[in-house]
C-alpha cells in the first residue's frame, strides 16, 4: 500500500508535467516539439487581459502565435509573473504580454494597447539562493502597440505585431541558456565526445585552448586526445558561469628508472624503455648481493633439521647479476593496472679480490616471470613479478645444492621468487 505522503507527492509530480500542457492549450499557444539544439532562447510567456472585454483575449493570442513561431526560441506558457516559475522551467526571460484598454477612436471604435515586457530572471547563485530567489526580473525591453478589436481581423496579420518580434530579437542573446567553457592544456588538445548538436560547431584541429559554448544546468563528458599522453575523461556539470579548466596531462610511459628488490632481500636498479606504439617493454639492470637483508634464513633454522649456521640479518655475497629482457603488457595502453609476461636473459659475476669475472659454476640463465603492473600518481609505476631462473651450469663438479631449486637434467630450475619496484617515469 501506498503512504498518503508518496500519494501527494505523485500528484505534484504529475501536476507539474500536466500544467504547462493544459496552459498552453488555454493561451492559445501550439505546442512545439524540442528544439534540436538545447540552447535555444528560452522564454516564460505569461498572458495576461487587464481589460472586462473577453474578446481581447484574441489579441494575446494572435501576438503570442507570432512570437512562438520565431525560430529557434523555446516558450513555457505561465499562469501569473512569478520569478519561481520561470525558473522551474530554466527559462532566461520572463515575457508578459498584456492588453489594457486605451479608449476609444474617431469613429467610437473601442481601442486596446496590447504590451509585450521582456524581464531578465536572475540567475540561481547557491551561495545566496535564498535571496536570489526573493529578487525581482530586470527590465530589458519594452513595446507596446494600440489596435482595434475590428472584424477585419488586422491583429491577425504576423506584419501588425512587427515591433514586438524586433523586441525579441534584441533580447534573444540573453534568453539563451549557454555559458562559455574554456579548456586550457600546455599542449595541443583534440576533443571527443561532443553532443550531436555541437558537433558541426566543434573546432577539430589540435589546439592548446578550445572555447566552447554550451547548455547550462547539465553534466558533460568528454574524452580529451593529446599526442604521447593518455587520454582523460573530462566530467564537469556547467553553472550558469562560465567555466575555465585547466588540463594536466598523464603522459604515457616512455622512460623509468626504478630501485628493485629481489626475494625483498637484494636490492637492484633496473631501466625500462616503453615502445610509443605497442605494449613492449625493453628493460635491463642489474642486482648486487654485496649487503641483503635475510631474516627468513634465520627463521628457516627454527623448522629445519640441521640448521644453516652462516644465516644472519645482513647477508653478503660477492655476486651481482647483470640482465637483459623484454616485457610484453596484457591489456589496453590506457589501462593504468596490466598483467606482464617477461623473458629475459641473465648473466652473473663475481667479484672476489675486487676483480670482476664471470661465475664460474652457473654464469647464465634464462629468466621467466610473471607480473603486474599499476601507476599511480602520475609518475610512479609499482611492478610486481614472480619469476623463475634457468641456469645452466658449467662446472658440475663444483656445484653445490641451490636453495629453492630443483634439478631438471642439466638445467637448475630456481623456483618462482617475488621481485618489487618502483619505476619512476623520467
Known amino acids: 500500500m ?55 483575449d484574441a489579441l494575446l493570442e494572435a501576438a503570442a502565435t507570432v512570437l512562438n513561431a520565431y525560430p529557434e526560441t523555446n516558450w513555457f506558457s505561465l499562469p501569473r509573473v512569478e520569478a519561481e516559475l520561470v525558473r522551474l522551467y530554466q527559462a532566461e526571460v520572463l515575457a508578459h504580454l498584456y492588453v489594457i484598454p486605451a479608449g476609444e477612436d474617431s469613429q467610437g471604435e473601442e481601442l486596446y494597447r496590447v504590451g509585450l515586457r521582456f524581464d531578465a530572471v536572475p540567475r540561481t547563485i547557491p551561495e545566496d539562493l535564498n535571496a536570489l530567489m526573493a529578487s525581482p526580473p530586470q527590465p530589458l525591453r519594452e513595446e507596446s502597440l494600440v489596435i482595434a478589436l475590428d472584424r477585419g481581423g488586422r491583429y491577425q496579420r504576423e506584419a501588425t505585431w512587427l515591433s514586438f518580434v524586433h523586441a525579441l530579437e534584441d533580447v534573444i542573446p540573453a534568453a539563451r541558456p549557454v555559458a562559455t567553457v574554456t579548456i586550457r592544456a600546455e599542449q595541443p588538445i583534440t576533443i571527443r565526445g561532443y553532443p550531436d548538436w555541437l558537433a558541426g560547431e566543434a573546432e577539430q584541429a589540435p589546439s592548446r585552448q578550445v572555447t566552447l559554448d554550451l547548455r547550462t544546468l547539465r553534466t558533460y563528458r568528454f574524452f580529451v586526445d593529446v599526442e604521447g599522453h593518455r587520454p582523460e575523461e573530462l566530467v564537469f556539470y556547467l553553472e550558469r558561469e562560465p567555466l575555465e579548466i585547466s588540463l594536466d596531462h598523464y603522459r604515457y610511459p616512455r622512460h623509468t628508472v626504478a630501485p628493485t628488490m629481489r626475494g625483498l632481500s637484494w636490492p637492484g636498479i633496473e631501466y625500462g624503455w616503453y615502445d610509443s606504439s605497442t605494449r613492449w617493454i625493453l628493460h635491463g639492470g642489474f642486482t648486487t648481493f654485496a649487503l641483503g637483508i635475510t631474516p627468513l634464513r634465520e627463521l628457516s633454522n627454527l623448522v629445519l633439521s640441521e640448521p644453516d649456521r652462516d644465516a644472519q640479518l645482513f647477508t653478503s655475497l660477492p655476486l651481482t647479476e647483470f640482465d637483459l629482457g623484454f616485457t610484453y603488457l596484457f591489456g589496453d595502453r590506457d589501462d593504468p593496472v596490466r598483467r606482464s609476461l617477461t623473458v629475459a636473459g641473465l648473466l652473473r659475476v663475481t667479484n672476489v679480490d675486487s676483480e670482476l669475472s664471470r661465475e664460474p659454476v652457473m654464469p647464465t640463465a634464462i629468466r621467466l616471470g610473471l607480473g603486474r603492473e599499476r601507476e599511480f600518481q602520475r609518475r610512479f609505476i609499482i611492478s610486481h613479478r614472480f619469476f623463475s631462473d634457468f641456469f645452466f651450469p658449467v662446472e658440475m663438479g663444483f656445484l653445490q645444492e641451490v636453495p629453492w631449486s630443483l634439478r631438471v637434467g642439466p638445467v637448475i630450475w630456481q623456483l618462482p621468487i617475488y621481485r618489487l619496484a618502483v619505476r619512476v617515469i623520467l
Open 2 to 56: 501506498l503512504s498518503r505522503s508518496t500519494l501527494a507527492i505523485g500528484a505534484v509530480l504529475l501536476a507539474g508535467l500536466i500544467w504547462p500542457a493544459l496552459s498552453r492549450a488555454q493561451s492559445g499557444l501550439p505546442t512545439l516539439e524540442p528544439d534540436t539544439d538545447p540552447r535555444a532562447a528560452r522564454f516564460a510567456l505569461v498572458l495576461e487581459n487587464l481589460t472586462e472585454n473577453p474578446g481581447a
